[in-house]
């Protein structure tokens, strides 16, 4: 293998979020990466990877045949199977796994897992926050009408598993972002998600238009954009990993916590330690915006090095 470019498979289930941390890693190991969306059928989509066993006939992608990756890189459920299978027909490959895979790490040579996820182990390293594909700098010019040296961007998630995201809750981030736009004179730039449903679209919209640039999904998406130029970050607690992103600008980051459905330990572990860093610090009821600095995280390239280093140290072992 070349360790400075091997052939490399990226598996997700083609969500942007795992892609993007696939992306990340990938791109520091090498310039040759092929992506594949990873499409198993019916009960193995839905069940937990070791419950099964793993048959080449579950999976609907069509992948080379006349061609062995050096390393397969996998986030997410659906491509743990595939990972898994693809070491046991090419035993001699790299597989890393992003995120808990929720089964025995002895099926990877490598695993990267957040600190938040408290996983540890001989094979296993741990990341602050998500790893992703964005880095320090960018060529990225355009400027959405912004001006790009004084503005701040407002990142909306949505509820899910873990956070509530209400009417309530949309209302008060609103009044407290035009508090905001009053006390410190800067254009505001709010970028929703795919999570953000219609009613948080609507009210942003309502209570926002005047006062800022929204982005609700269509057109050109100005969230790369806002990493590199933003002033300031407002960005709601439901997703660790557009405030991992974000903390690629070295800028200061506020979180909008939104209320809780039921604890979570993995969640308040990933904001403590944010906190701790000096990257984020709670909205709260601030009104005039505050300047820190912190050391914009490199966790791609960071752990990149460390598993090159391991691959190199093994090679000369064998």
């Known amino acids: 293998m070349n360790i ?10 083609g969500s942007q979020g ?15 990466v092929e992506e594949f969306k990873t499409e198993i059928i019916f009960p193995w989509n839905r069940l937990q990877p070791g419950i099964l066993p793993i048959f080449s006939w579950i999976f609907k992608n069509k992948l080379p045949t006349n061609e062995i990756p050096d390393i397969v890189i996998s986030c997410g459920r659906k491509s743990v199977y ?9 035993p001699n490959i790299i597989n890393i796994h992003i995120q808990n895979p929720k089964i025995s790490s002895k099926y990877f040579s490598f695993i990267i897992a957040p600190n938040h996820d408290t996983l540890y182990g001989e094979n296993i390293i741990n990341s602050k926050g ?5 880095r320090k700098t960018s060529n990225l010019k355009k400027h959405y009408e912004i001006n790009s040296k004084n503005f701040i ?15 309530e809750n949309t209302l008060d981030l609103c009044e407290r972002i035009q508090k905001i736009k009053i006390c410190n004179n800067k254009e505001i730039l709010v970028i929703t998600s795919r999570r953000t449903n219609q009613e948080i679209k609507h009210i942003l919209k309502k209570e926002l238009s005047s006062i800022s640039t929204i982005w609700f999904g269509e057109g050109e998406n100005p969230y790369e954009f806002a990493l590199y130029n933003s002033s300031y970050f407002i960005i709601t607690s439901d997703s660790t990993s557009m405030i991992s992103e974000a903390s690629i600008s070295g800028k200061p980051i506020y979180v909008y916590q ?8 993995r969640f308040i572990r990933f904001h403590e330690e944010f906190k701790k860093m000096n990257i984020t610090r709670d909205l709260n009821n601030l009104e005039k915006l505050e300047n820190w600095t912190y050391t914009k995280l490199e966790e791609s390239k960071r752990i990149a090095g460390i598993i090159k280093k391991r691959i190199i140290e093994r090679n000369n072992e064998s």
């Open 4 to 13: 400075d470019n091997p052939k490399i498979w990226s598996l997700t289930d």
């Open 18 to 32: 795992m892609i993007s941390q696939t992306k990340g890693l990938a791109n520091e190991l090498s310039l040759n």
């Open 82 to 90: 595939l990972s898994i299978y693809l070491k046991k027909k090419y």
């Open 130 to 134: 998500a790893i992703h594909h964005f």
């Open 153 to 167: 961007t407002c990142i909306i998630g949505g509820e899910n598993n873990h956070y509530n995201f209400s009417k």
């Open 258 to 265: 939104l209320p809780m459905k039921r604890k979570s330990k």
